[in-house]
């Protein structure tokens, strides 16, 4: 073999295996890519989950988007989202969908405790409100303050839209399935609910524990929204969070849902605001 060739082979193997770990280098750089969607409640865990998990891991990219738990269950339904946020189960219908669809009913994770908070303006000189008071008032039999022990001021209630899991749970929970007063206002997310009672003192509204410093939360039936309380069960609107995939997640899916379980997520979990599913050491 003349030395022409040989280098001529030689360039073409040096070449071959250059190309083959820049093929490498851009299979590395391209990120996984996770999608949740869902419930404006944990919007602010699941922003803060994305953000320090993609901190961690810069192969990944993750998008985390509110819009309600409704919202982000149809999203999963229909291939839009790879996770799913929610503050309530799935309704037998979304099984159903499931089902149909994907030949799965879903998985769901339990990933946090919240309370379902009540809130008022911290001049309302109302505190503490029974559940039975709770149910006057949103349902529109209580209109006044003054029938609660407060002012004589008639009281705006502010709720969330149909498609929040924090509407259906306060509804089932509080409401016991009757309809809303028809005066209510729907306010499209929690922060909305937050800012109109921060500046009206005569409004009331519900959502996550997580949300309001500008606002108070109420006792009910004398019982604060505190760790101990939500740990043990006391405070009555004590509930879980969730985390739903179609099917068992694989590869990036299943770690980063794996580091949401572990210490470090559930202390995320704890620096938000809510409550980690068991104590830290």
């Not at 993609?54 to 229909?78: D, F, H, K, W």
Request: glycine fraction near 10%; charge should be positive.
């Amino acid at each position: 073999m003349s030395r022409h060739l040989t280098l001529i082979i030689l360039a073409a193997g040096i070449l071959a295996l250059t190309c083959g770990s820049c093929g490498g280098i851009r299979q590395q750089q391209t990120p996984a890519i996770i999608r949740i969607k869902g419930s404006d409640t944990m919007v602010l865990l699941t922003r803060r989950w994305a953000a320090d998990y993609m901190r961690q891991n810069p192969g990944v990219s993750i998008y985390a988007e509110g819009g309600g738990s409704g919202t982000g269950i149809r999203a999963l339904i229909e291939g839009n989202a790879d996770i799913a946020a929610a503050s309530r189960t799935l309704t037998p219908q979304e099984s159903k969908q499931l089902a149909r669809l994907h030949r799965s009913v879903g998985i769901s994770y339990l990933v946090a405790k919240d309370a379902l908070s009540v809130y008022v303006h911290p001049d309302n000189p109302v505190k503490d409100l029974t559940l039975k008071q709770l149910k006057e008032i949103f349902g529109g039999t209580v209109v006044n303050w003054s029938e609660v022990g407060g002012l004589d001021a008639p009281i705006m209630v502010l709720i969330r839209p149909p498609n929040s899991g924090t509407y259906l749970y306060f509804q089932e929970h509080i409401l016991e399935e009757a309809d809303y007063s028809a005066a209510a206002t729907v306010a499209p997310t929690t922060a909305a609910v937050v800012a109109a009672i921060s500046h009206q003192s005569n409004a009331i509204g519900y959502g996550g524990i997580a949300y309001g410093d500008s606002i108070y939360h109420c006792r009910i039936n004398g019982i604060p929204p505190t760790e101990s309380s939500v740990r043990y069960d006391l405070y009555p609107l004590t509930r879980y969070l969730y985390l739903y995939t179609v099917d068992k997640p694989r590869g990036a899916k299943q770690r980063f849902l794996n580091w949401v379980l572990k210490k470090e997520g559930q202390e995320i979990v704890r620096e938000t605001g809510y409550f980690p599913l068991w104590q830290g050491e």
